[in-house]
């Protein structure tokens, strides 16, 4: 006999013979999406054109030409209740906030780090440690640092010396399944 559910996570009726919470969890997404924004699609023909403008580099694109960004994870996915509620509660000191102070205490009791420097971003905490640990002419190798590490490094005056070991001339050729080893030649010869 036919039986129907409304299941809480997302408010959607099952007609099934079997109710059981392993249908419900492949057939459900664990999470509600708690804000929307609409999205504007450019048509294929204007985003060839964008991209050949921006000679493809797609640091020159209008961010509202692009609907799906792939450059960046800084803020891509979305916030969870708990996390709005958290910005509405957030104590925005300038200094001895309540916030810092529980971030702070998160991060020690979790890595048992005695200091803790909270930074808005990575590149920013990568700045802060390049300027303590690069000196002029160090190099440091990397299978392929990301440009902001990069240009990080080339300002404290290091070198930023990429070491992909790809077997291709062409270290995006979609054949490479796995681009992260170093060229090991490559990185001895700096040392």
């Known amino acids: 006999m036919a039986s129907?559910?409304?299941d809480d996570n997302c408010g959607l009726f099952f007609e099934t013979t079997d109710i059981s919470s392993d249908i419900l969890a492949a057939e459900c997404p664990a999470?509600?999406?708690?804000?929307v924004e609409p999205l504007f699609y450019q048509p294929r023909e204007k985003r060839i054109e964008l991209l050949v403008e921006?000679?493809?580099n797609p640091f020159l694109l209008a961010a509202k030409d692009v609907a799906i960004d792939l450059l960046t994870d800084s803020g891509t996915g979305a916030m969870s209740a708990r996390q709005w509620a958290a910005l509405m509660k957030g104590d925005e000191s300038y200094a001895g906030s309540i916030s810092s102070e529980n971030f702070q205490a998160a991060v020690k009791k979790i890595f048992g780090f005695r200091n803790v420097l909270p930074t808005h971003q990575g590149r920013g905490a990568e700045r802060i440690l390049f300027y303590c640990t690069v000196q002029e002419g160090d190099v440091v190798p990397s299978n392929s640092h990301f440009d902001t590490t990069g240009a990080n490094i080339m300002f404290c005056k290091g070198v930023a010396l990429d070491?992909?070991?790809c077997r291709f001339p062409d270290c995006q050729d979609y054949h490479e399944n796995f681009k992260g080893n170093m060229n090991t030649k490559k990185t001895r010869s700096c040392s």
């Open 4 to 6: 129907s559910a409304k």
């Open 31 to 35: 999470f509600r999406i708690k804000s």
């Open 54 to 56: 921006a000679h493809f």
């Open 163 to 165: 070491c992909p070991a």
